[in-house]
C-alpha cells in the first residue's frame, strides 16, 4: 500500500490560518481607520457636577487630623476571598468587589460585594453580585470560571463592573464580561461581553481600574496573555463597544496594567512583572500626549514579585502606589510616593510586614498565634481569632506552607479627601485600610 497523500490536507490548514489572518487583519484596519478622533484625559477626582455627596464636617474624613482605622471587609470563613476593587459611592459610602470560592477558578466562585460607611465606620453584609451560572445565562454560552473584578464609574454617572470569565481552558482563554448599574450597586443589568479582539475574543484580563476621557468615553487597562504576556489600554464608549485599542508592551513579561492619570495629558502606566530576568522591577510606561505615544516599557526603581500593584495621583501631583516592594514573596505590602512622576520612589510605610517571621522556622503552633494576633490587630473587636487561623490554613497553608501573604490592593481617595486600601490577607479574607492625608504626610516626614 503507498503512503497516504497529506500534502492536499496541510495545504488547506495552510490556507485556512492564512484566511483567519486575512480577515483578522481586515477587521483590525477597518478598525483603525474607523478610529475615534483623540480625546483628553480627565484626571481622577473631576467628576460630573453633583455626581458625589458634599464632603461632611468630620475632621478625621478631611485629612485634618491623622487618621487610620481597619478591619475584615469579608467574614465567610474557609474560601478563598481575593482581587478585591473599590469605588465611591454617590452618597459618600465605599463600595468593593472581590471574588469567593473554594479555590481560584474553582466552579463556585461568585463576585461578592459589600458597603462601608464611614459615618458609621462599618461594612455591611457581603451579597452575591454575580456567579457563573447567573453570567453564563446572561451570555448564552457555557462559563466554567469567573476571576477578578474591575469596579468603574462612567462619565453619566453609572456603575460599570468589569469581570474575567473563561468557557475554555485557563486564564489565557479570558474574556472580559461586564455589569452596569444605575442605583450604585443595587441592581444590575444583564451581563455582556466586552470584544476586545475580532476572533475568538479570548485571552484579556483586568485588573487596573477604569478612567475616564473628557470626550465621556472611558479607558480601560488590561493585558493580553495568550501567546505573550502584555498590556494594553482599551478606550469604550458608552455602551461598552471598544473604540480604540493601544498596545502598552509586548514580549512575555508585562501584566495588569494600572494607569495613573496626571493630568488632561499626561499619565504613567505600572505593570506587573512577570519575568525571570533580575532585578525584577515594576514595568512602566509614561504619556504626555494623552495617550497618542507612549515612552518604551522600561523597568522602574520598584521591585516585584510578579505581584498585582495599585495606585493613584494625589491633589499635590505626586503619586502613591500600593504594591509587594520585593523581589520574591508577598510578604510586605507598602506604601510608596513619588514626587517627580515616578523617576523616583520613597516608601511611606508598611501596611503588612512579616517578611521575618518565615525566617524563623513557625510550626503549626506559632504560626496560629501569629494569624490570631494579626487578626485582632486589624480590628480589636475580633473575638474569633482562631477561626481566622484555622480559615488560613486550610486556604493557604496546604498550597504554600506557613507563610504569609497581602496582595492585590486596590487603592482610592474619596471626595471627602480620605484613602481607602482593600486588599487580600492571607488568602483568606479581605481586609479594609482607612487612613486620612495628614496620617500619609506623618510617614513623609
Not at 483603525?32 to 484625559?41: D, S, W
Not at 453633583?50 to 465567610?76: E, W
Not at 481560584?104 to 457563573?132: H, K, L, N, Y
Request: aromatic content about 10%; charged content about 20%.
Amino acid at each position: 500500500m503507498g503512503r497516504p497523500n497529506f500534502s492536499g490536507g496541510r495545504r488547506a490548514g495552510h490556507y485556512l490560518v492564512l484566511g483567519f489572518v486575512l480577515v483578522a487583519f481586515g477587521v483590525g484596519a477597518g478598525k483603525v481607520a474607523r478610529r475615534p478622533p483623540p480625546a483628553q484625559f480627565r484626571p481622577t477626582g473631576i467628576a460630573p457636577a453633583g455626581q458625589f455627596a458634599p464632603a461632611d464636617n468630620v475632621a478625621a474624613a478631611n485629612g485634618a487630623h491623622p487618621l487610620l482605622r481597619s478591619d475584615f471587609v469579608s467574614h465567610r470563613k474557609f474560601v478563598r476571598n481575593h482581587a478585591a476593587s473599590l469605588v465611591e459611592m454617590r452618597d459618600g459610602k465605599i463600595r468593593v468587589f472581590w471574588y469567593a470560592g473554594t479555590d481560584e477558578g474553582t466552579q463556585d466562585v461568585t463576585i461578592q460585594t459589600a458597603v462601608f460607611d464611614p459615618r458609621a465606620g462599618r461594612w455591611s453584609p457581603e451579597r452575591m453580585v454575580a456567579s457563573r451560572e447567573t453570567t453564563q445565562r446572561a451570555l448564552f454560552r457555557y462559563v466554567k470560571k469567573l476571576g477578578n473584578p474591575v469596579a468603574g464609574r462612567a462619565s453619566d454617572g453609572s456603575l460599570w463592573l468589569f469581570y474575567v470569565t473563561v468557557s475554555l481552558g485557563g486564564w489565557a482563554g479570558s474574556s472580559i464580561t461586564a455589569i452596569t448599574s444605575r442605583d450604585d450597586g443595587e441592581t444590575w443589568s444583564q451581563a455582556r461581553r466586552i470584544v476586545t479582539a475580532p476572533f475568538l475574543n479570548v485571552s484579556t484580563l483586568v485588573k487596573g481600574p477604569s478612567f475616564s476621557y473628557a470626550d465621556g468615553t472611558m479607558g480601560l487597562p488590561v493585558s493580553e496573555e495568550f501567546l505573550g504576556k502584555f498590556g494594553e489600554l482599551l478606550r469604550l464608549d458608552g455602551s461598552g463597544t471598544v473604540i480604540d485599542k493601544v498596545r502598552l508592551s509586548s514580549g512575555r513579561s508585562c501584566l495588569q496594567p494600572v494607569a495613573m492619570i496626571r493630568d488632561p495629558n499626561r499619565a504613567l502606566v505600572l505593570m506587573r512583572y512577570a519575568g525571570a530576568e533580575r532585578p525584577r522591577r515594576v514595568i512602566s510606561t509614561a504619556t504626555d500626549s494623552a495617550g497618542l505615544n507612549w515612552t518604551p516599557p522600561a523597568k522602574s526603581p520598584l521591585s516585584n514579585s510578579d505581584a498585582a500593584l495599585a495606585g493613584l495621583v494625589l491633589p499635590d501631583g505626586r503619586i502613591l502606589v500600593a504594591l509587594n516592594d520585593s523581589e520574591s514573596g508577598r510578604q510586605t505590602l507598602s506604601l510608596v510616593v513619588s514626587s517627580d512622576g515616578g523617576a523616583s520612589w520613597k516608601t511611606a510605610c508598611k501596611v503588612e510586614d512579616q517578611s521575618g517571621a518565615e525566617s524563623q522556622g513557625l510550626d503549626d503552633a506559632h504560626y496560629s498565634a501569629a494569624i490570631e494576633r494579626l487578626a485582632r490587630a486589624t480590628n480589636d473587636a475580633v473575638t474569633d481569632a482562631e477561626s481566622y487561623s484555622k480559615s488560613v490554613k486550610q486556604v493557604m497553608v496546604s498550597k504554600q506552607g506557613y507563610s504569609f501573604e497581602f496582595s492585590y490592593p486596590s487603592i482610592i481617595r474619596t471626595s471627602r479627601g480620605d484613602f481607602h486600601l482593600v486588599y487580600t490577607w492571607n488568602e483568606a479574607f479581605i481586609k479594609h485600610v482607612q487612613f486620612s492625608q495628614a496620617w500619609l504626610d506623618q510617614w513623609l516626614k
